[in-house]
């Protein structure tokens, strides 16, 4: 198992003992934060973006820009990835970050942990070809593949605990409520 790496990636190579370093600081200090006040565990996070091209976003997050398109079928010029596989992108970044987390807190071992997702989603629904069917992915698959010197079993308590705390995997899997505001200007 190898991540694919490209001339994109901006990671920092670090060691084992560094990332356990660094979760284990992290958890200890949200631990004292939510230990103080509740109120320290809601956080909000935006993202603001600004219509390009045919059906192309420049998306703006934190210190960080990117682009969102789509590919020539669905009128764009597939100059990056579209909205949907971003999803899909969330969900895989999220669920790393969240099976590290975890592993961690738990004393499992991960050498090595891709993970990949699909989506099946009819373009139907989009076009408002039929109304019955929905927009969105009507269903989602992730493959996890783990490696590492713990049981078949403790890395299935894992998945268990990673599914039931993966903040992205929630959005995917429960309703959330959306407020939508236009604003006409001028």
């Not at 060691?15 to 320290?40: F, H, I, M, Q």
């Not at 790393?96 to 592993?103: E, K």
Request: charged letters at 20%; aromatic letters at 6%; hydrophobic letters at 40%.
């Amino acid at each position: 198992m190898t991540a694919a790496t490209t001339e994109f990636d901006t990671t920092i190579a670090i060691s084992d003992e560094e990332r356990a370093t660094r979760l284990t600081t992290a958890g200890e200090a949200w631990s004292e934060r939510l230990a103080a006040s509740a109120k320290n565990g809601q956080l909000t996070f935006s993202a603001s973006g600004t219509a390009r091209g045919s059906v192309s976003s420049v998306i703006t997050a934190g210190r960080h820009t990117f682009t969102v398109d789509e590919p020539t079928p669905l009128a764009g010029d597939d100059a990056a990835p579209n909205p949907v596989e971003y999803a899909l992108g969330a969900l895989i970044s999220c669920q790393a970050v969240v099976y590290r987390l975890y592993a961690q807190n738990l004393g499992l071992t991960i050498d090595a942990l891709d993970v990949s997702a699909e989506g099946d989603l009819d373009v139907r629904g989009l076009f408002g070809a039929d109304e019955t069917v929905r927009p969105g992915f009507s269903s989602v698959r992730v493959s996890v593949n783990i490696a590492g010197p713990d049981s078949n079993e403790d890395y299935q308590k894992l998945q268990e605990t990673v599914d039931a705390h993966c903040p992205v995997f929630d959005i995917f899997t429960n309703p959330t409520p959306i407020d939508v505001t236009v604003t006409k200007t001028n």
